[in-house]
C-alpha cells in the first residue's frame, strides 16, 4: 500500500468525510456579508476555528481543505491552523487553483487555472503542513455545453496538478464539479458528468497518476435546479452509482461529493441513499462546503463569540453525514 493511498483511506475512514472551508476570501466575504458580519481576516478565522476546534473534528472529519489565507493564521491557543487540525484528529489540505477563468474560444465556459509556480507552492504548502489538495473544475450544462474543448482542456489541467501534488508527497482531490445551474434533466446530468469524468481518468491514466493515491470529488446526478421535472432520492442514488461506477476506475479508493447547492438536509439524504445502494468498492463519502457550515454560519452571526451554540450546530451536521457515508442516516435521528 502506498503512503498516498494510506492517507486517501486514514481521511475517509469510518464514515468520516472531508470539511470544505477553502472559499476564496471573495466567496467568504459573499458568504459573511449575506449574514451581516464584516468581511475581516480576523473574522473568517474566528468562524473557520471554532469549527476547526469542534468536537465532531475528532471521528466525523478525516480533512479539512482550506484556503491560502487560512492555513497561514494563527489560532487563538497560538497553535498554526494546520496544527490545530491535526490535534484535533483530522489532516489539514489546501486548494491550490487559482480559480476559473473564461475559457478562450468558448466564452461561456470556464478553464480552471493554477499550474504556473505550482511545484512550488506545493513545497510550501507542505512544509506548513498540509497533506491533501484540491482543485476543482467546473462545467455547466447547456445544449452545446460542456464543449469538448472545456472538458478535455480541465481534465488536461486536473491531470497536470495531480502528478504535481503526487511528485510533493499528498493526494490530490480532483473536482470536476457539473453545475446544478440551468434546467436540464438528471439524465443529461448522467451524459454529461459521466463523459466529463472518464475524460478526466483517461488526461490521469496519460500523466501516470498513482490512481490509489487520489479521492475523487465529483456532484451527484441531479436534475438542473430550474428544471420541472425533478427525480426522488433513491433515482438520484441510483444513477449516481451507476455513474461512477461506469466512469471510475477500480483502484480509485474513495470518492467525496460536493453538495453543490443541495440544502444541508438533501445532502445527507441523498449521501446516505448512495451508501444504502453502494455496490462497488469505493468508499462514498462528504466533502462538503455549504452543506457542512449554512446552518452554523447562520447561529453564529447572531453572537460570533457564541462558540459552543455554534459547534452544537455544526456537530450534529457532521455527525449526521457521517452516518449518511455508512448509509446509516434516518430522519429519526436527524431530528432526534
Ligand atoms: C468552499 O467552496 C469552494 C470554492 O470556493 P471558491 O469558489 O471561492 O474558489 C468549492 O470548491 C467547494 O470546495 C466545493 O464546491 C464543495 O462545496 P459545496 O458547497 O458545493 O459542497
Known amino acids: 500500500m502506498s503512503e498516498l493511498n494510506t492517507t486517501a483511506l486514514k481521511i475517509l475512514e469510518n464514515g468520516k468525510g472531508i470539511l470544505a472551508a477553502d472559499e476564496s476570501t471573495g466567496t467568504m466575504t459573499k458568504r459573511l456579508e449575506a449574514v451581516k458580519v464584516p468581511s475581516t481576516p480576523e473574522n473568517r478565522l474566528l468562524f473557520r476555528e471554532t469549527l476547526f476546534s469542534a468536537s465532531s473534528m475528532t471521528g466525523c472529519i478525516g480533512g479539512v481543505i482550506l484556503y491560502d489565507e487560512t492555513i497561514k493564521q494563527k489560532s487563538t491557543n497560538k497553535y498554526s491552523i494546520p496544527e490545530l487540525i491535526s490535534k484535533m484528529g483530522s489532516i489539514p489540505g489546501i486548494k491550490v487553483d487559482t480559480g476559473a477563468k473564461v475559457l478562450a474560444n468558448s466564452l461561456d465556459e470556464k478553464i480552471t487555472e493554477g499550474l504556473d509556480g505550482l511545484r512550488d507552492r506545493l513545497k510550501e504548502y507542505y512544509k506548513l503542513g498540509a497533506k491533501f489538495t484540491k482543485w476543482r473544475g467546473v462545467y455547466n450544462i447547456t445544449k452545446e455545453h460542456p464543449s469538448k ?3 478535455y482542456s480541465n481534465a488536461h489541467a486536473l491531470a497536470r496538478y495531480a502528478a504535481l ?13 457539473v453545475l446544478m445551474d440551468g434546467n436540464h434533466s438528471a439524465h443529461d446530468c448522467f451524459i454529461k458528468t459521466s463523459e466529463v469524468i472518464q475524460k478526466c481518468f483517461e488526461e490521469l491514466i496519460l500523466h501516470k497518476i498513482d490512481l490509489s493515491g487520489i479521492i ?6 441531479l436534475s438542473g435546479a430550474e428544471s420541472k421535472n425533478k427525480i426522488d432520492g433513491k433515482e438520484i442514488a ?12 477500480t483502484e480509485v479508493p474513495g470518492i467525496a461529493f460536493l453538495s453543490g447547492g443541495q440544502s444541508e438536509i438533501e445532502a445527507t439524504e441523498n449521501l446516505d441513499l448512495i451508501n444504502k445502494q453502494n455496490n462497488t468498492n469505493f468508499i462514498m463519502s462528504f ?3 455549504r452543506a457542512l457550515q ?16 455554534t459547534q452544537k450546530i455544526f456537530n450534529h451536521r457532521a455527525r449526521m453525514n457521517t452516518l449518511a457515508a455508512q448509509g446509516k442516516w434516518s430522519k429519526e435521528l436527524e431530528n432526534k
Not at 475523487?216 to 446526478?221: A, S, T
Not at 449554512?294 to 451554540?309: G, M, T
Request: glycine letters at 2%; hydrophobic letters at 40%.
Open 149 to 151: 474543448l472545456a472538458i
Open 294 to 309: 449554512q446552518s452554523a454560519l447562520k447561529h453564529w452571526s447572531k453572537d460570533i463569540n457564541n462558540i459552543e451554540e
Open 216 to 221: 475523487l470529488k465529483p456532484n451527484m446526478i
Open 238 to 249: 441510483k444513477m449516481t452509482v451507476e455513474c461512477l461506477k461506469i466512469s471510475v476506475p
Open 165 to 177: 501534488v503526487q511528485e510533493c508527497n499528498m493526494v490530490p482531490i480532483v473536482e470536476p464539479e
Open 287 to 289: 466533502s462538503y462546503g
